[in-house]
Every structure is written in C-alpha cells, then in structure tokens.
T-cell receptor, first 112, second 114 residues
Framework: DGGITQSPKYLFRKEGQNVTLSCEQN?????MYWYRQDPGQGLRLIYY???????QKGDIAEGYSVSREKKESFPLTVTSAQKNPTAFYLC???????????FGPGTRLTVL | KQEVTQIPAALSVPEGENLVLNCSFT??????LQWFRQDPGKGLTSLLL?????REQTSGRLNASLDKSSGRSTLYIAASQPGDSATYLC?????????????FGKGTHLIIQP
C-alpha cells in the first residue's frame, strides 16, 4: 500500500521541549516537504528536500530543523526556539521538485 | 511577495448544482498549479495538476482551467453531491528563485446541501 505516513497523529508538548514529527514515504519520491497549517491561513512551507542529504529552508524555518538521511524519511524537529508551535503539520512528497505533490494525513501538535 | 487568493471563502449550494471556485495569483511565472481537497482534520487530497503550458485538466466531474496571462484558475464542479463538501485549496508552484514549495490560498469552504 503506497503512500505517505505521518506519526504521531496527535502530539502534546510542554513548553521548552523539543519534539520530532515523523514522515515516511514508500513512493520512491526524491522530493519531500514540510508545511504548517494554522486556522484561517494557507499552508506555509517550513523546509523542503530535493534529494537525500540535502534540504533547504522554506518561508518559516525559524525554530525548526530537519534531516534527510534516507530517501524514504524526512523527520521534522520542532525546537523550543519555535515561539508558537501549536499547529497542524503536513508532510508531502513529489517524484521530483516541480511535479505533483502528495500529502500525508498530518500531525496535530499542541503545546501545553 | 507572491500571493494566492481564493474567492469565495465559503459557499453553500443545493445538491445537483454546477459551481465554480476561483483562484488568482500575483505572478504569472508559474511552473504549475494544483487543486486540493481537504476534509476536516485530514491531510490534502490532490484533485488536479495543471502544468504552465496547459489550459485545462479534467477528472470526472471536475474541470480546472488556467489562464496565466490574467493570473487566474477556476475549478468547475459539475452536478455537485453532498460528498463534495470539503475545503478546496488552490496552490501554485512558482518558477525561478526562492523555495520550491507550493504557495497556497486560504481555501474555499464548500457545503453541498442534500
């Protein structure tokens, strides 16, 4: 069953903690992306990666970090430096940059 | 700053009607445009992708058009059904410079009344 999986579905974090959101794809896609969605706003790009061991900052990268050690995986760490991390986080992938993007089911992060 | 605007923000129509959702973008130098559907609390489902060289794409009851010169795209839904109720998002991939992610509109929240 091909697709994009994200875990966990819900995540609660205390202020000052770092948390890591998982994103895995078995579509053999080279490019992967992280977006953030807030109520009343469009999705905004956090980070993207066009190929293994390479990634670029998006529009709102401050307070976030990523790694791309494997083609299938693109984890996102929300650090304590992110001032307002409560949001819905969506991971996407495409066969290469510039092609149709497919999205995972999302992780809802709440800071307590 | 490149922006994507969707009008209307919300729309409620009776079942069976044909309807049009609008999307406008500020920069005509686009690589492609994608329409998505999002159900509450869920991820995005890709509906249609239009490359910059194309004028329209069709999938079942859905038809999307692209006019780069005017910076507009429309999503036409024929014979609407209650199951079409969702938020529809328009997203543009701009060519050249900057991040290679999509720029999204805020969406149109669609309700189809049975």
């Amino acid at each position: 069953d091909g697709g994009i999986t994200q875990s966990p579905k819900y995540l609660f974090r205390k202020e000052g903690q770092n948390v890591t959101l998982s994103c895995e794809q078995n579509l053999n896609h080279d490019a992967m992306y992280w977006y953030r969605q807030d109520p009343g706003q469009g999705l905004r790009l956090i980070y993207y990666s066009q190929i293994v061991n390479d990634f670029q900052k998006g529009d709102i990268a401050e307070g976030y970090s990523v790694s791309r050690e494997k083609k299938e995986s693109f984890p996102l760490t929300v650090t304590s430096a992110q001032k307002n991390p409560t949001a819905f986080y969506l991971c996407a992938s495409s066969i290469d940059a510039g092609n149709e993007q497919f999205f995972g089911p999302g992780t809802r992060l709440t800071v307590l | 700053k490149q922006e994507v605007t969707q009008i209307p923000a919300a729309l409620s129509v009776p079942e069976g009607e044909n309807l049009v959702l609008n999307c406008s973008f500020t920069d005509s130098a686009i690589y492609n445009l994608q329409w998505f559907r999002q159900d509450p609390g869920k991820g995005l489902t890709s509906l249609l992708l239009i490359q910059s060289s194309q004028r329209e794409q069709t999938s079942g009851r859905l038809n999307a058009s692209l006019d780069k010169s005017s910076g507009r795209s429309t999503l036409y839904i024929a014979a609407s059904q209650p199951g079409d109720s969702a938020t529809y998002l328009c997203a543009v991939l701009y060519s050249g410079g900057g991040a290679d992610g999509l720029t999204f509109g805020k969406g149109t929240h669609l309700i189809i009344q049975p």
